[in-house]
T-cell receptor
Framework: EAQVTQNPRYLITVTGKKLTVTCSQN?????MSWYRQDPGLGLRQIYY???????DKGDVPEGYKVSRKEKRNFPLILESPSPNQTSLYFC??????????????FGNGTRLTVT | QKEVEQDPGPLSVPEGAIVSLNCTYS??????FMWYRQYSRKGPELLMY????GNKEDGRFTAQVDKSSKYISLFIRDSQPSDSATYLC??????????????FGRGTQLTVWP
């Protein structure tokens, strides 16, 4: 089954404790992206990657790191999490070069709470 | 001012009603417009997309873009309880093959009651 898999689905952590949220897709998509979704603010793009070893900042990259060493994986790293990073996180991927009828495929989200 | 503005609702309508969802935007360079649907506890899924101005119809759904007014709409005819979800508009200034920055509205929460 074609899918984007995020882990973990739920995570509670404390301020300053480094964490990684994994994202993997099995569709051979070049493009991958991370979003956070907050009440009243909607979906905001954190980082995106057009292909392996190519990453760029979205709207809200501060406090996050990403890497794209393999095509299928795009982990999101919080080196020193803070309470304002408490949010619902989505990873997404799509084929490039196929126009906008190639949709973004989203994972089911990771709910992160930083205390 | 946010790049994309969308009334979050909530919107509650009876089954069979015509629903109108709207977004406005400020960046005149946006030329690709999308609507996503998000069910509770799920990631968004693409519903419709349009390029530049005009209308596009897909079954009970019609997407409209008015670039002169920087205004986009999604109409749902004969709404069903299964349409109950959050609807997000999204737009980009990039060409499809180089999609990078994608800007989402806040989403409108829709409930269709039987």
């Amino acid at each position: 089954e074609a899918q984007v898999t995020q882990n973990p689905r739920y995570l509670i952590t404390v301020t300053g404790k480094k964490l990684t949220v994994t994202c993997s897709q099995n569709m051979n998509h070049e493009y991958m992206s991370w979003y956070r979704q907050d009440p009243g603010l909607g979906l905001r793009q954190i980082y995106y990657s057009m292909n392996v070893e190519v990453t760029d900042k979205g709207d809200v990259p501060e406090g996050y790191k990403v890497s794209r060493k393999e095509k299928r994986n795009f982990p999101l790293i919080l080196e020193s999490p803070s309470p304002n990073q408490t949010s619902l996180y989505f990873c997404a991927s799509r084929l490039t070069g196929a126009g906008y009828n190639s949709p973004l495929h989203f994972g089911n989200g990771t709910r992160l709470t930083v205390t | 001012q946010k790049e994309v503005e969308q009334d979050p609702g909530p919107l509650s309508v009876p089954e069979g009603a015509i629903v109108s969802l709207n977004c406005t935007y400020s960046n005149s360079a946006f030329q690709y417009f999308m609507w996503y649907r998000q069910y509770s506890r799920k990631g968004p899924e693409l519903l419709m997309y349009t390029y530049s101005s005009g209308n596009k119809e897909d079954g009970r759904f019609t997407a409209q873009v008015d670039k002169s007014s920087k205004y986009i709409s999604l109409f749902i005819r004969d709404s069903q309880p299964s349409d109950s979800a959050t609807y997000l508009c999204a737009m980009s200034a990039n060409r499809g093959s180089t999609l990078g920055r994608l800007y989402f509205g806040r989403g409108t929460q829709l409930t269709v009651w039987p």
